[in-house]
């Protein structure tokens, strides 16, 4: 089974800009369609974004459409998540995760991903 590993998480500024990667270990990611979710502090984990398997496809939830772009690499083995415009609200702990079990009308949903990175925290300050 696939292994991933988040990366890129740190303190940012409001405004400012991060980007995360999972990189994936054992499997390609070329069999995968992946996503981003995150869970802030005495919050419930949260859909942030998703990408089809064949990069075709991205899916944003209303609080990151145009401030976040997910994309993959299937050389690096690598998906990206790029975050512009950060707010204090958008501190949390950032899951990679990985599906085999793709539902378009169910993206949003964690319960259709299978595998899943330990996080990587995001801090943006005021």
């Known amino acids: 089974q696939v292994q991933l590993v988040e990366s890129g998480g740190g303190l940012v500024q409001a405004g400012g800009s991060l980007r995360l990667s999972c990189t994936a270990s054992r499997r390609s990611i070329s069999d995968y369609a992946m996503g981003w979710f995150r869970r802030a502090p005495g919050k419930e984990r949260e859909f942030v974004s998703a990408i089809n398997r064949s990069g075709g496809s991205t899916y944003y939830s209303d609080s990151v459409e145009g401030r976040f772009t997910i994309s993959r690499d299937y050389a690096k083995n690598t998906v990206y998540l790029q975050m512009d415009s950060l707010k204090p609200e958008d501190t949390a702990i950032y899951y990679c995760?990985?599906?085999?079990?793709?539902?378009?009308?169910?993206?949003?949903?964690?319960?259709?991903?299978?595998?899943w990175g330990q996080g990587t925290q995001v801090t943006v300050s005021s």
């Open positions: 995760t990985a599906t085999t079990n793709w539902k378009i009308l169910r993206v949003r949903s964690d319960e259709i991903y299978e595998y």
